[in-house]
């Protein structure tokens, strides 16, 4: 059984920065794409960002470009989102995701197993 466990988030200002963590226990990450999505209240799930298996290829939602970073230790079987600038819109639950494939996808259901999601709150 695939698990994934985030942490980092919290509470900071606009303008500061957080980094999440996410780590997969049951199986190794080396050959799967994983991906970083967010969901605020009474909206629905978005996708953030995601990489490929070798760490090569990233993608991003437009509005994080530049100020989040994804990246992935493949030898401690874990994946990281840094995230500089805070906004008070990026205020919501931060979820990792992981997915059978090695390539990328901005679509949720083609990811197979979720974590339980970390809430990150940037005041104004």
């Known amino acids: 059984q695939v698990q994934l466990v985030e942490s980092g988030g919290g509470l900071v200002q606009a303008g500061g920065s957080l980094r999440l963590s996410c780590g997969v226990s049951?199986?190794?990450?080396?050959?799967?794409?994983m991906g970083w999505f967010r969901q605020a209240p009474g909206k629905e799930r978005e996708f953030v960002a995601a990489?490929?298996?070798?760490?090569?290829?990233?993608s991003y939602l437009d509005s994080v470009k530049g100020r989040f970073t994804i990246s992935r230790d493949n030898t401690k079987n874990t994946l990281y989102l840094q995230m500089n600038s805070l906004k008070p819109e990026d205020t919501a639950n931060y979820y990792c995701a992981f997915r059978y494939s090695s390539d990328i996808t901005m679509i949720p259901s083609e990811y197979q197993y979720w974590g339980q999601g970390t809430q990150v709150t940037v005041s104004s």
């Open positions: 990489i490929n298996w070798s760490g090569h290829t990233t």
């Open positions: 049951g199986r190794t990450i080396y050959n799967n794409a």
